[in-house]
């Protein structure tokens, strides 16, 4: 049996993941920095000015950007220009430094990762593009720029704290990508089962669609597999939406899609076939039965309804016709054709009755027989 799923799906959007990634990326940013200005500052003395100071720069960057995306005040035009600025204090830090010896350099193998991971391919490509130039022009005009006035001793010191934080910032990049690589990979995975889903399903009954049921059809084995298919026909349904409305006839469709999972809870396929025209498919062995008759006669006392509804009766019935897989056929076609004559004829016998394809045998009187009796 195909059983609605109720569990729901919940797909974030773009902007929000983006918003999420740009606040962690904000805090972590914000105490790297901090640790690299300390670290600076202990190493290097008086000489980290230029260091300090573009360690503040990306303070106040963070801040702003933080806010900005914790109130999505254009969060993500925010970031791109957060970005660009940072990099233009990095260049400006390594010109004044004395070249690639820049004791911020190693920030700028950050850059693409973040454009990467909180903006668009495109950024990313741009950001590539402007650390080359920016590198390239440091490299061809080295010799123009000032000689270092450190020893070698605080020079290393100093570039390989920078070098370890900035490999942490880029192992912590990575990772968020890869997470949150992995984890829309998992809510397109549930999209998917998700349209899976509703593609075989009714919407409004849960029970399969027509679509399920040609599915179903189509793999049933001759050899195998011996199934009893029964057609449903609700009678007076129209009349039911005409005078009551579209909700109370959803309300009777519901109605009668819980009963026949509560008689047929261990049927091979439950569908609705569209408006009121319901399908049943149940094992003809585990029905215990060589005929159908007795499980189309409880089909139609089940699903037959009898209730108020604004101070009015409102009485509904139910038409069944049924067909055997694969004795009167294994053409699924003509299977459906076969139960949907005995549906016909059931409801030009008079409606609330049942009628199969098999060879007869007397029906016992239905509820709406002995009613019409008394």
């Known amino acids: ?83 660009y600025v940072t990099m233009l204090a990095v260049f400006w830090e390594i010109s004044l430094s004395g070249g690639m010896g820049g004791y911020v350099a190693p920030i700028l193998t950050l850059m693409p990762l973040m454009s990467a991971l909180v903006l668009s391919a495109r950024d990313t490509i741009v950001f590539i593009m402007f650390s080359m130039i920016g590198i390239g022009a440091l490299c061809l005009y080295n010799e123009a720029l000032p000689v270092f006035l450190i020893d070698a001793d605080t020079y290393f010191l100093g570039n390989s704290l920078t070098i370890m934080w900035a490999t942490v910032g880029v192992g912590f990049v990575a990772f968020m990508m890869v997470r949150d690589g992995d984890a829309i990979e998992v809510q397109l995975q549930r999209l998917v089962e998700l349209q899976t889903h509703f593609a075989l399903h009714d919407s409004l009954t849960g029970l399969g669609n027509r679509a399920a049921v040609n599915g179903f059809l189509d793999k049933l084995d001759p050899n195998k597999d011996h199934v009893n298919l029964f057609l449903i026909d ?54 215990n039965m060589s005929h159908p008759f007795s499980f189309g006669h409880r089909l139609v006392e089940a699903l037959s309804i009898s209730k108020q509804q604004g101070g009015v009766e409102l009485t509904i019935t139910a038409s069944v016709g049924s067909a055997q897989f694969p004795t009167d056929s294994t053409s699924t076609s003509e299977l459906l054709s076969k139960a949907d004559t005995a549906l016909y004829v059931a409801k030009k016998a008079g409606k609330g009755r049942y009628v199969s394809s098999r060879p007869k045998r007397p029906a016992p009187k239905t509820w709406i027989d002995k009613r019409a009796a008394s």
């Open 1 to 83: 049996m195909i059983s609605l799923d109720s569990g729901v799906t919940r797909i974030h959007s773009k902007e929000n993941r983006q918003r999420q990634r740009l606040m962690r990326l904000y805090v972590f940013a914000m105490i790297v920095n901090l640790v690299i200005g300390v670290s600076q500052g202990v190493a290097l003395g008086g000489a980290a000015i230029l260091a300090l100071v573009v360690c503040g720069i990306v303070s106040v960057i963070c801040i702003i950007g933080f806010m900005c995306a914790h109130y999505g005040w254009h969060a993500i035009a925010v970031a791109r220009i957060g970005l």
């Open 234 to 287: 609700l009678d007076g349904f129209k009349q039911v939406n005409d005078q009551f409305g579209h909700a109370a006839g959803d309300d009777v469709l519901v109605t009668v899609a819980e009963r026949m999972k509560k008689i047929a809870g261990n049927a091979r396929l439950l569908a609705r076939l569209g408006g009121d025209e319901f399908l049943i498919a149940v094992d003809a062995p585990a029905s």
